[in-house]
């Protein structure tokens, strides 16, 4: 970390999705480096406690396939800590053949997207008690690519294309973050995104193909490790002055101004939040 960024985060309280592995895990590892407490949270019991462990933190566990998984979640978060300084939405998945989730959505858009969103808004009257609190999202390139229909969020009246799945979801995370960031003005809570880089983790799982690539010999020389793909998410929490990167989308540590047409539409931005709630049972109005 250079000047003009947080170098000690003592008494602050940092939540990371999809810290089991990868990214997340090296996040959490970091964090409590510095001396952060750590709520570990990740969809796999003895993946999660072991990354706990490591830290000096709690494990918890979700599924994000569920909604009621991500509400239980939420409780057990605000039972265990009376402050969140940091939640970093950082569990995602690209599925390589149509899945539906528990609740009946796409499981890319409700993974990457809708399961997020609610955890974000159950939390939000926690994060804002906090003088500096920060969500930051994991993004990914792909949205460049996504598009989204607002009277087909599940993409149920297209043939199934797992990039593009992957991207219209990964879009919702961009525009989420600009509009959490417009709902929060005047608070405590500021929001920002970012592209780790094309990182060796467990994202593409679900793809065998995929996974064996980053998994060989050649995708372990060509990718980033989780450490690296980290740097983003912990440039982001150290910020000395978060309204600098309220609503912004990050490439890696760089700035980007957002390369699709729909990531620059404030109204779209506001009806996929207003049908995100009604879809996860959020009041629509909860912060103005």
């Not at 990868?22 to 750590?38: D, E, K, N, S």
């Not at 830290?55 to 909604?67: I, N, R």
């Not at 760089?254 to 506001?270: F, G, S, W």
């Not at 009806?271 to 879809?279: D, G, P, V, Y």
């Amino acid at each position: 970390m250079t000047d003009g960024m947080v170098q000690d985060f003592q008494g602050r309280t940092v939540v990371i999705t999809g810290a089991s592995a990868g990214i997340g895990a090296a996040a959490a590892r970091r964090f409590a480096a510095l001396g952060a407490t750590v709520a570990v949270v990740g969809r796999s019991q003895d993946k999660t406690a072991a990354v706990a462990g490591q830290v000096g933190g709690t494990a918890h566990l979700v599924d994000f396939g569920s909604l009621d998984s991500v509400r239980g979640l939420a409780a057990d978060l605000l039972a265990a800590y009376e402050q969140i300084d940091i939640l970093a939405n950082n569990a995602g998945a690209m599925f390589a053949d149509r899945r539906t989730s528990a609740d009946g959505h796409e499981m890319n858009f409700q993974v990457n997207h809708l399961a997020p969103f609610l955890l974000t808004n159950l939390l939000l009257d926690r994060l804002v008690m906090s003088p500096d609190a920060r969500v930051i999202n994991t993004g990914s390139l792909q949205y460049r690519k996504g598009r989204l229909d607002l009277d087909d969020l599940d993409g149920s009246k297209v043939p199934y294309n797992s990039l593009k799945a992957y991207g219209a979801s990964k879009l919702a995370t961009v525009l989420f973050t600009q509009e959490l960031a417009r709902r929060m003005a005047g608070t405590s809570v500021t929001t920002s995104a970012f592209h780790p880089g094309g990182v060796a983790t467990e994202v593409n799982r679900d793809n065998r193909f995929q996974r064996l690539v980053m998994e060989s010999w050649l995708g372990r020389r060509i990718l980033l490790s989780p450490e690296q793909g980290a740097e983003p998410l912990l440039h982001l929490a150290a910020v000395a002055d978060p309204q600098s990167v309220n609503g912004a989308y990050f490439h890696r540590l760089t700035r980007e101004d957002p390369r699709n047409e729909q990531a620059h539409d404030p109204q779209l931005a506001r009806q996929l939040w207003e049908r995100s709630a009604e879809l996860t049972g959020i009041p629509v109005p909860h912060w103005p």
